[in-house]
T-cell receptor, first 111, second 114 residues
């Protein structure tokens, strides 16, 4: 059974700091991994999608890496800003329709 | 273009009443998902529609929950005889085809059962 774990559960950093959010999964047989952002009371916003054949994806200040063999993905946020404060979720697709989500990392960036 | 839309954004109902939640996916997206997010919990998969195929209902928590998708587009999630434990945010997502494509989420419907 696929399980997805995100560490840390919460993180508070000063503005401008570079930071790394971690996601691990127990079954390396995945189709893709997707990182989302969720603001309080809102839906999920897709940030990056990494297919199983890819090692990383970049969008602006965000970089996500994927190491299937070790069951890990990291989301790197460069030069963090207060507007980055949100909950970040990773989700793995193991084929078919099932997408398994982690519990998320709550990020707070202090001005 | 327009994203995934959901209505209502908030719904307060009394225990025992039936509720209907609506999802309008991105045009051209054949895959549609319903998830539930309870307070402090992760996302729980409920049901998946792919094109005109029979939906996979394996995630529905009880037979009080049902969903349909008309014409391969709009979907309605129905909860009958609501219970307080049904209180949650119900999120809908759509993707282009199979689930290895990127999922795009709607803003959710916050359901409160009194």
């Amino acid at each position: 059974k696929q399980e997805v774990t995100q560490i840390p559960a919460a993180l508070s950093v000063p503005e401008g700091e570079n930071l790394v959010l971690n996601c691990s999964f127990t079954d390396s047989a995945i189709y893709n991994l997707q990182w989302f952002r969720q603001d309080p009371g809102k839906g999920l916003t897709s940030l990056l999608l990494i297919q199983s054949s890819q090692r990383e994806q970049t969008s602006g200040r965000l970089n996500a890496s994927l190491d299937k063999s070790s069951g890990r993905s990291t989301l790197y946020i460069a030069a963090s800003q207060p507007g980055d404060s949100a909950t970040y979720l990773c989700a793995v697709n193991t084929g078919g329709f099932k997408t398994i989500f982690g519990a998320g990392t709550r990020l707070f960036v202090k001005a | 273009g327009a994203g995934v839309s959901q209505s209502p954004s908030n719904k307060v109902t009394e225990k025992g009443k039936d509720v209907e939640l609506r999802c309008d996916p991105i045009s051209g997206h054949t895959a549609l998902y319903w998830y539930r997010q309870s307070l402090g919990q992760g996302l729980e998969f409920l049901i998946y529609f792919q094109g005109n195929s029979a939906p996979d209902k394996s995630g529905l928590p009880s037979d009080r929950f049902s969903a349909e998708r008309t014409g391969g587009s709009v979907s309605t999630l129905t909860i009958q005889r609501t219970q307080q434990e049904d209180s949650a945010v119900y999120l809908c997502a759509s993707s282009l085809a199979r689930s290895y494509h990127e999922q795009f989420f709607g803003p959710g419907t916050r359901l409160t059962v009194l």
